[in-house]
């Protein structure tokens, strides 16, 4: 066992991710984004180092295996790359409960957990022990916020394709075994899956939800985050949040997350016993960390 920090995102590469997200909106929709209007002050206020907060080390044991590969995703129309990590001292073909992993904006199966390798966040050590066994599982879902589109569907190759794969392994079978975790995008992501398919999920959780509070304010954003007012509607978090009753959900956020509003409106309408933490930090690499930890044992808990 040994303590070891792991670094958040690099300023280099918050830039890329949190601009990218914002060029469709031109110079104007940067200059609402710099009097935070619209979601992205954050990246913009880091790279003045108004959101310098230190990440926590993290403590772990010897990180179990990983199995990585793609497959043809029908309901993405593409190849899509996979990773299912094993806890430590579990190894394929064990029968373990199972968390999928969502992905951030601009990220792949491979970072799930942000800049900590899937491995090494079921290897963390919380309080001085181990987490509960169990396996995550991540794939490739694209930049459109996790929610169907006509060409590109990422929820149903989660539901239909990478989870009966995963169960094919000995993961997640039984009741309701299966968690889901994300950040940002992925948070609003995990949020989703379990609004959708409450029957599949037992606890969700999600570090600093990408939850937009308008379609017009997603548009402007990130115009290809949903296919119409209609899909935002459809989709919409916090609209839906009273199908999460059987699900044990954990949201955190920073005070000066861009997205804490949506997050406060998700807040207001979660069942009775959802825990939402709202506490110091930004939407970055720090922040995601350290809720790391503390949404793992969470989950970890209930299944």
């Known amino acids: 066992m040994s303590a070891r920090p792991v670094g958040g995102l690099t ?10 997200g914002l060029a469709a909106a031109g110079a104007g929709g940067l200059e609402l984004v710099a009097h935070g209007v619209l979601p992205g ?10 959101c310098s907060v230190p990440a926590p080390p993290l403590i ?4 179990g295996p990983s ?16 990773t ?7 190894r394929p073909g064990s029968r373990l409960p ?15 957990l942000g800049s900590l390798g899937l491995a090494d966040g079921l290897a963390l050590r919380t309080g001085g022990r181990p987490l509960p066994p169990m396996a995550i599982a991540s794939a490739d879902g694209g930049g459109r916020y996790w929610n169907p589109h006509p060409d590109d569907d990422p929820m149903g190759m989660v539901i239909g394709e990478l989870i009966p794969r995963c169960q094919r392994m000995g993961l997640g079978r039984g009741d309701r075994r299966i968690g889901t975790l ?15 398919y409450p029957q599949v999920f037992r606890a969700a959780a999600a570090i600093s939800p990408a939850i937009w509070t ?23 978090a916090v609209t839906h949040a009273s199908s999460l009753k059987s699900v044990a959900v954990r949201v955190a956020t920073g005070l000066d997350d861009p997205f804490r509003p949506g997050v406060e409106a998700l807040a207001r309408a979660l069942p009775r016993g959802a825990v939402v933490r709202i506490s110091p930090g930004c939407h970055t690499g720090p922040f995601f960390q350290s809720q790391l930890p503390a949404s793992l044992a969470f989950l970890g808990r209930h299944l």
């Not at 280099?12 to 990218?20: K, M």
């Open 182 to 196: 994300g950040i940002s995008m992925g948070g609003y992501g995990a949020i989703l899956l379990a609004e959708r």
């Open 98 to 112: 199972l968390i999928i992993g969502l992905h951030a904006y601009g990220g792949d199966h491979g970072n799930a």
């Open 60 to 63: 772990f044991s010897a990180p």
């Open 41 to 50: 002050r954050s990246y913009l206020d880091q790279l003045d180092g108004a």
């Open 11 to 20: 300023r280099r590469r918050i830039f890329g991710v949190g601009i990218a």
């Open 214 to 236: 308008s379609y017009e304010q997603a548009r402007s954003v990130n115009p290809g985050a949903y296919a119409s007012a209609a899909a935002f509607a459809a989709a919409d």
């Open 84 to 90: 299912i990590a094993y806890p430590p001292g579990a």
């Open 67 to 82: 199995v990585s590969g793609t497959f043809y995703s029908r309901a993405r129309r593409r190849d899509v790359g996979y």
